[in-house]
């Protein structure tokens, strides 16, 4: 039977071809609920709860608010010229869906993903008022955080929980595991049948102890891979104080330990992370004990490019500092071994001495054999190579200006060895406008160049001559700044000058065994302490200002250059000998290399 809004029987019908579907929060019809409407209808011979429709302004049409099933089952079992019995209601759309909700809630209820997915929009159509929301659908606030919190579950875990091939739990454990791991996850446990119990136990197994973490831990509390988050609103979670998300649980642990490491690098001349892949690729040095390389080159040791501290990236030692290691093996093998041989020899001269067979004693620093040991060393940190040899230039051209017969012989050398080319045009430019003038132009148009040449005073030739030579000392290679440094009979000490630029290359590890080379610590004494344990600048403040140091004149060994005879008879006489410096056998073989 047909009605109008202006004569709305008691009882009103609508044919099912006039009612259609409207925007219905159910999705799924769960194929035995259905039959088992359908074979009631059957058995009824006819509906006997009304659906509720709405009519579609402008139309003759109805617009399904809640009974869609009981519809669905009447067009199959009766046909579309059925009379279905209907309420019908004037209603918005918030209203409407609404109503939707909560009839389908109290009836054969939604999933929990289709109410998770209304709960959304309802919260949308309130402003993101979660209790008015929850007031429209009949619900406390309760179930609608609830019903919200299942939406960080992707679409494919929220279809299959709205099909029933997973439970609610599984989809609130799944709520807290990142989205990209979600569906590689409810693959295995739609392949295997998992059971809620298991996949909590698997899951476990992945998660990180928030308690462990190194890393600020403050942000986490409003992360939804944080398991407090579930524990608080689902009955299936993995408890409170762990992270879901270990890839990016590592990832923060990785940044925390790099930034702990980067404020280690004033310290160590190394500083390593240690990953679990690595291995262990570092040894501990020290004085004594049974890997102890002796006094003298431990201190040395830590003015070494292989010395340094080991940060852990390892599960269980998350950013523990091991201080006082040697990255490299074969050299830490070579001094340990050195030292223990020096203590045998020692031991064997005592009762050659006494005629008493000495007692054995355990290896200490504090040994100090008799024996000859070799000089203690290390390894330049390469920014320090990097500085000398820009020092030893500077220094090889102030000499080239200062002795004018082996100028010439050096530019001789140059040209008949066919490294003229070494000279250098903008250092000479330099210089040149210091002697001649700002008028001295450089370029490459030698035809133009002359004039300006022949323009030059005659008093400056012969300094600018001596300039030609000086620049190439800028231009030659390591081994023959080797050979013009020994030539030239470069004194270090009329050079070398203690400046902060200079101690800033070092890091304090290095400063400590530095001073201690030059004397600089026993000088300073218990103030020494003092000031090794402040910032870095105020420890090198502390150390180019000791009261009665001779800095004119004392050059640490890392700024002086091996000593090689040049040739038996063209250099002249030198001054008062200063002894070759200790360098690594690297640098014996090729100049800093």
Request: with cysteine.
């Amino acid at each position: 039977m047909d009605t109008s809004a202006n004569s709305v029987p008691a009882n009103p019908t609508l044919p099912l071809s006039r009612i259609v579907q409207g925007k219905n929060p159910r999705t799924y019809f769960d194929p035995v609920e259905m039959a088992d409407l359908r074979a009631g209808l059957r058995a009824a011979g006819r509906v006997i709860q009304p659906i509720i429709v709405r009519p579609i302004p402008g139309t003759n049409l109805y617009e399904i608010v809640a009974g869609e099933r009981r519809w669905r089952a009447a067009k199959d079992v009766f046909g579309d010229d059925y009379d279905m019995p209907v309420v019908i209601e004037t209603l918005n759309d918030e209203e409407a869906e609404a109503f939707a909700v909560i009839e389908n809630h109290h009836r054969a209820p939604m999933s929990h993903a289709e109410e998770a997915y209304a709960a959304k929009r309802q919260l949308l159509r309130h402003k993101g008022d979660k209790e008015e929301a929850a007031a429209s659908l009949g619900w406390k606030p309760e179930l609608m955080e609830r019903r919200l919190a299942l939406l960080t579950c992707t679409p494919a875990v929220l279809e299959a929980l709205t099909q029933h091939r997973i439970q609610l739990g599984h989809a609130e454990l799944l709520a807290g595991v990142p989205p990209e791991k979600q569906d590689t996850v409810l693959a295995g446990v739609l392949a295997h049948k998992i059971p809620v119990g298991v996949l909590k136990e698997q899951l476990g197994r992945f998660a990180r102890q928030l308690t462990a973490a190194i890393f600020d831990t403050a942000p986490c509390s409003a992360c939804p891979h944080n398991s407090a988050r579930q524990a608080g609103l689902f009955d299936e979670s993995l408890g409170e104080g762990y992270c879901q998300h270990p890839t990016h649980y590592d990832e923060l642990t990785l940044q925390a330990v790099e930034a702990k490491a980067q404020g280690l690098r004033d310290q160590y001349p190394l500083v390593q992370i240690v990953k679990a892949s690595d291995g262990s690729a570092y040894l501990p040095v020290a004085a004594d004990g049974e890997l102890g390389v002796g006094v003298e080159q431990y201190a040395a040791c830590q003015g070494c490019a292989s010395f340094g501290c080991a940060v852990s990236a390892l599960p269980g030692s998350y950013g523990d500092v091991t201080p006082s290691q040697c990255f490299d093996a074969a050299c830490h093998t070579m001094k340990v071994a050195a030292w223990r041989k020096a203590q045998r020899e020692s031991e064997q001269e005592t009762p050659a001495k006494t005629g008493k067979t000495p007692a054995k004693r355990k290896l200490s620093g504090a040994v100090n054999p008799a024996a000859s040991v070799a000089q203690p060393s290390n390894q330049t940190p390469q920014r320090v190579k990097d500085y000398r040899i820009a020092q030893w230039r500077k220094w090889a051209a102030r000499e080239l200006m200062a002795q004018p017969e082996r100028n010439r012989r050096v530019m001789i050398a140059l040209a008949r060895s066919g490294h003229a080319g070494d000279v250098r045009t903008a250092e000479f430019g330099q210089v040149a406008k210091r002697i001649a003038g700002p008028w001295v132009v450089e370029r490459l148009d030698f035809a133009a160049i002359l004039p300006e040449a022949e323009a030059i005073d005659a008093q400056h030739l012969e300094p600018l001559m001596l300039a030609v030579t000086a620049s190439a000392a800028f231009g030659v290679g390591l081994p023959d700044l080797d050979a013009l440094l020994n030539y030239l009979e470069v004194d270090e000490r009329r050079h070398f000058k203690w400046t902060a630029e200079f101690l800033e290359l070092f890091t304090l590890s290095e400063l400590e065994s530095l001073a201690g080379e030059v004397g600089l610590k026993a000088k300073m004494g218990t103030a020494f302490k003092l000031a090794r344990a402040k910032k870095k600048g105020d420890f090198i403040k502390a150390l180019l200002a000791v009261p009665g140091f001779a800095y004119e004149g004392t050059v640490p060994s890392v700024m002086q250059y091996p000593r090689r005879a040049v040739s038996t008879a063209s250099i002249g006489q030198t001054g008062e000998e200063i002894p070759a410096a200790p360098v690594e056998i690297a640098e014996e073989a090729a100049l800093a290399a």
